[in-house]
């Protein structure tokens, strides 16, 4: 029996599905029941009535399904696989954090711990950080743990920021440099980046989009697209447009931690049940608070 056919078995068995975000490898985006960015899975793994959530991703993403669903197993087939950038703020220092600005909101990417996320008033994407932004009754926010993403909201609210100062080790390395290079190698395309990447970068960029904000993008235009974000994104764009040429913006935008996931990590996590995440009830309450206003607020406009 194939591997894939293996994992299509057991998830029967087992009454799971599995969902995969736009960064997986190829070969997991395609057994994937869902894949997506960070709000639509959230989003769909409200939705799901499966007994077993698979989550292929990171492991702050398996940790906010695990939120939102206390009564699923969620299960991480790679809990070593981390976020840096959700490791670059603890709940000890944003409640330090919290103090230096009395009276601001605060805003949390959902690239962070849940322990992070319970400190926070409400939780945002890269696709609606504006809008939960906008949203909010304060004048000042504070804004965790992207760096980044927080100076992109900023250009489009009156609020003041406080931003974090974390990054995405994998965007933050794409430079102004590597935009212009890849716009002489492919005269005509745009170029697409995602928010997590460095204010030059963002403003050599045709267009900003979350990951699901560039698939909607490619369906508008005929134009090749230089894409600005971890490279996985562009096994989904060539499938959905085929035909078309993508190029990633330089051969190093690969987050190595998104990688860890495998076909036999998958197969080995449903025949073995592993490993299932859970979250002390007094952290999960207060994380799923900010995630379901976040949700109640919509998907952004990008
Ligand atoms: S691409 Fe960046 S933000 Fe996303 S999981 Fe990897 S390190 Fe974290």
């Given at each position: 029996m194939s591997i894939i056919d293996e994992i299509f078995k057991l998830k029967k068995e087992r009454d799971?599905?599995?969902?995969?975000?736009?960064?997986?490898?190829?070969?997991?985006?395609?057994?994937?029941?869902?894949?997506?960015?960070?709000?639509?899975?959230?989003?769909?793994?409200?939705?799901?009535?499966?007994?077993?959530?698979?989550?292929?991703?990171?492991?702050?993403?398996?940790?906010?399904?695990?939120?939102?669903?206390?009564?699923?197993?969620?299960?991480?087939?790679?809990?070593?696989?981390?976020?840096?950038?959700?490791?670059?703020?603890?709940?000890?220092?944003?409640?330090?954090?919290?103090?230096?600005?009395?009276?601001?909101?605060?805003?949390?990417?959902?690239?962070?711990?849940?322990?992070?996320?319970?400190?926070?008033?409400?939780?945002?994407?890269s696709s609606n950080s504006i809008k939960v932004v906008n949203s909010?009754?304060?004048?000042?926010?504070?804004?965790?743990?992207?760096?980044?993403?927080?100076?992109?909201?900023?250009?489009?609210?009156?609020?003041?920021?406080?931003?974090?100062?974390?990054?995405?080790?994998?965007?933050?390395?794409?430079?102004?440099?590597?935009?212009l290079v890849s716009r002489m190698e492919h005269p005509g395309a745009e170029v697409v980046v995602h928010p997590e990447c460095r204010q030059e970068v963002i403003d050599l960029a045709d267009g900003v989009y979350s990951t699901d904000g560039m698939l909607k993008y490619a369906k508008t235009t005929d134009k090749d697209l230089i894409i600005g974000t971890e490279v996985g994104i562009i096994h989904r764009l060539k499938k959905e447009n085929p035909g078309r040429n993508f190029y990633p913006v330089s051969g190093y935008v690969v987050c190595p931690n998104m990688k860890m996931i495998t076909l036999e990590t998958v197969r080995d996590s449903l025949r073995d049940m592993r490993t299932p995440i859970s979250v002390p009830e007094d952290i999960r309450i207060k994380a799923k608070n900010a995630l379901d206003k976040m949700l109640a607020a919509g998907r952004g406009e990008k």
């Open positions: 799971a599905v599995i969902l995969a975000h736009n960064y997986q490898r190829g070969e997991v985006q395609d057994i994937a029941d869902y894949t997506g960015d960070s709000l639509g899975l959230s989003q769909k793994a409200v939705d799901i009535e499966a007994k077993v959530i698979v989550f292929c991703g990171v492991d702050f993403m398996a940790e906010s399904a695990a939120v939102l669903n206390p009564d699923k197993t969620v299960l991480n087939p790679k809990p070593e696989a981390k976020c840096p950038m959700a490791e670059m703020i603890t709940a000890d220092a944003l409640r330090a954090f919290k103090k230096e600005h009395p009276g601001a909101a605060t805003v949390c990417y959902v690239n962070s711990s849940a322990a992070v996320k319970a400190e926070s008033d409400i939780c945002c994407t909010l009754e304060q004048d000042e926010v504070i804004f965790v743990p992207d760096y980044n993403l927080a100076m992109y909201t900023q250009r489009f609210t009156a609020k003041k920021i406080y931003p974090w100062n974390g990054f995405c080790p994998t965007h933050h390395q794409i430079t102004a440099g590597d935009v």
